[in-house]
């Protein structure tokens, strides 16, 4: 069933009408991202699920809610059914990783298991009959057969479905990040509140990081250890010294310029080794973000890469937020990684927002009707 163009209302004041308790589980639930957010917008998330044990700490330390290490593939319904309210809206949420679909994956194909993580979020959506469903993910996505199965045996389950491209910067994200959102209900027509509605400001990298305090490459803050920089080697340094906020690598001589960016089929990759601007969004914050090669991840004026942290607040994760238990060494790579995978905290309140609207409009009685047919 596709979605009516209806705009759902989002109370500038912040405040939601809750008329009904939405209560989630979170698939894929990384360091937490999507679950802070839903939690900003007054949906209770009960459950995190993920198969990498460094999400355990972030997600629990930060998020009111249980945590469960396992693998969606082996994950059964019966198994987390447990964690919804009997008498609540349950909606269920499953943002799987998203490299085997990115543009900077180019080795991926359809013999990548990763690919069918989607179908277990199908199998699960028919053990436990949510009634709201969210998914966020890369926009190739929808080019796939896979995400088409996924939304006919949406369609066939009678789930009113929506899915859009959302400009993470329109929502208030410092980021230039363009990420599919899929709602679906069993209630009615769903939509994606607007920019308009939601609110938010956008923000520059100079509005997320200007104000965080200075660090040499290969060094941490003393009262902050997730303000850690990668080291740069002599050559890199080289490069970050006369590297140009907003530039690229064809400003510096050529005796620095790699052997690579010399051949022609290295000349189309400009934004590698290259430094942020303040007035600006950041770029897409990748996985490895934290490498000064890895893309255009130069602090706009220090020499070195951005911060963990840094990475962290332009996936617009509050700058309090835990990722390492205190006293314990940051593993720079798997933190890396939990940040760049993370559902923008902001983007998941937006998504948040689209629910609470939604099901505040929806009248008890269907929402009564509809509830007797799942399962207890």
């Not at 009904?20 to 900003?40: E, S, V, W």
């Not at 979020?121 to 998914?135: A, E, K």
Request: charged content about 20%.
């Amino acid at each position: 069933m596709s979605a009516s163009s209806h705009e759902p209302v989002y109370e500038k004041s912040g405040s939601l009408k809750k008329t009904r308790k939405i209560y989630a589980i979170d698939l894929f639930c990384g360091a937490g991202g999507l679950t802070h957010g839903l939690a900003r917008a007054g949906i209770e998330v009960r459950l995190g699920v993920d198969i990498d044990p460094h999400c355990e700490y972030p997600y629990t330390a930060n998020n009111g809610a249980e945590f469960l290490l396992k693998s969606v593939e082996n994950l059964e319904g019966r198994e987390i059914l447990q964690y919804y309210r009997k008498n609540g809206i349950r909606l269920l949420a499953g943002c799987a990783p998203c490299q085997t679909f990115s543009t900077y994956n180019q080795k991926a194909n359809e013999a990548d298991k990763r690919w069918w993580l989607l179908n277990h979020f199908s199998r699960l959506i028919n053990d436990l009959s949510p009634d709201l469903i969210t998914m966020e993910n890369v926009p190739r996505l929808v080019e796939q057969n896979v995400f088409a199965n996924f939304l006919e045996h949406l369609e066939r389950k009678e789930y009113f479905v929506q899915h859009q491209v959302v400009n993470c910067e329109d929502y208030g994200v410092p980021q230039h990040r363009n990420r599919l959102v899929l709602l679906a209900s069993k209630f009615g027509p769903v939509a994606f509140v607007s920019p308009k509605s939601f609110d938010k400001s956008k923000k520059t990298v100079e509005d997320a990081i200007g104000s965080l305090p200075w660090i040499a490459a290969g060094t941490s803050h003393p009262n902050d250890p997730l303000h850690l920089s990668s080291s740069l080697s002599a050559l890199n340094m080289k490069r970050m010294e006369v590297s140009k906020p907003g530039g690229t690598w064809r400003d510096w001589p050529r005796e620095l310029v790699s052997d690579c960016h010399k051949k022609k089929s290295g000349k189309t990759y400009p934004s590698v080794y290259g430094r942020m601007v303040w007035d600006d969004s950041s770029p897409t914050i990748t996985t490895e973000f934290f490498g000064f090669g890895n893309g255009r991840f130069g602090h706009p004026e220090q020499n070195r890469a951005i911060s963990l942290r840094e990475g962290a607040i332009l996936q617009s994760f509050p700058s309090g937020y835990k990722f390492v238990e205190q006293g314990k060494q940051v593993n720079i790579k798997a933190m890396g990684k939990l940040i760049g995978n993370a559902v923008p905290v902001t983007l998941g309140e937006a998504i948040g927002v689209s629910f609470c609207n939604h099901v505040s409009s929806i009248p008890y009685s269907r929402i009564k009707s509809l509830g007797a047919t799942r399962p207890i």
